[in-house]
């Protein structure tokens, strides 16, 4: 898992793409490209989104 993208700018707006496995509070994994947008709305603050893609089955457990 790792940094698939660094940190680019783009018109005013800043992006980053990562590898992940992603855990429930059960254990059941999945591996996911996970990418983060922000879009400054002044210095210290701005809007982020967080977007899950690719989203790949690793492990699940049995339901009980």
Same mark, same amino acid.
């Given at each position: 898992? %790792? !940094?698939?993208?660094? $940190?680019? *700018?783009?018109? %005013?707006? $800043?992006?980053?793409? /990562?590898?992940?496995? #992603? /855990? &429930?509070?059960? %254990?059941? =994994? *999945?591996?996911?490209?996970? =990418?983060?947008? #922000? ?7 701005? &809007?982020? =989104? #967080?977007?899950?893609? &690719? #989203? *790949?089955? !690793?492990? !699940?457990?049995?339901?009980?």
């Amino acid at each position: 898992m %790792g !940094v698939s993208q660094p $940190w680019t *700018q783009l018109d %005013g707006k $800043w992006y980053k793409k /990562v590898d992940a496995t #992603i /855990v &429930n509070a059960f %254990g059941a =994994e *999945q591996d996911a490209t996970v =990418e983060i947008h #922000i879009a400054p709305v002044n210095a210290t603050s701005g &809007n982020v =989104e #967080i977007l899950l893609i &690719n #989203i *790949q089955p !690793v492990f !699940v457990y049995p339901a009980k």
